[in-house]
Nanobody
């Protein structure tokens, strides 16, 4: 299975922005949908956003209008631009690849990486 490497997390104040990036192999990136998940302390991992190879995107309701998922075909990365961050966005963010089964259901095919920590706090 291809390695997934997340980066870009950090500490940000409420209302601030962060941009996460996830890199994987060219073979995986060119053939699979990509997704970002997050897991907050004491909660289950949840799907945040997904992006097909054709550029179609889906978002969980809580981030619509604030987060944008995008693919960089030159770098084989999928980015998550996060604006207007809230305390409830605090979580470890993970990426994965797989298949979009429906707007809110993504079937992952890769192993989970270490993720990148996002803390939204004043």
């Amino acid at each position: 299975q291809a390695q997934l490497v997340e980066s870009g997390g950090g500490l940000v104040q409420p209302g601030g922005s962060l941009r996460l990036s996830c890199g994987t192999s060219r073979a995986i990136f060119s053939s699979a949908a990509m997704a970002w998940y997050r897991q907050a302390p004491g909660k289950l991992r949840e799907l945040v956003a997904s992006c097909t190879t054709g550029g179609g995107t889906n978002y969980v309701d809580s981030v619509k209008g604030r987060f944008t998922i995008s693919r960089d075909n030159a770098k084989n990365t999928v980015d998550l631009q996060m604006n207007s961050l809230k305390a409830e966005d605090t979580a470890v963010y993970f990426c994965n690849y797989g298949v979009v089964l429906s707007p809110k259901v993504f079937h992952t095919l890769g192993s989970w990486g270490q993720g990148t920590q996002v803390i939204v706090s004043s």
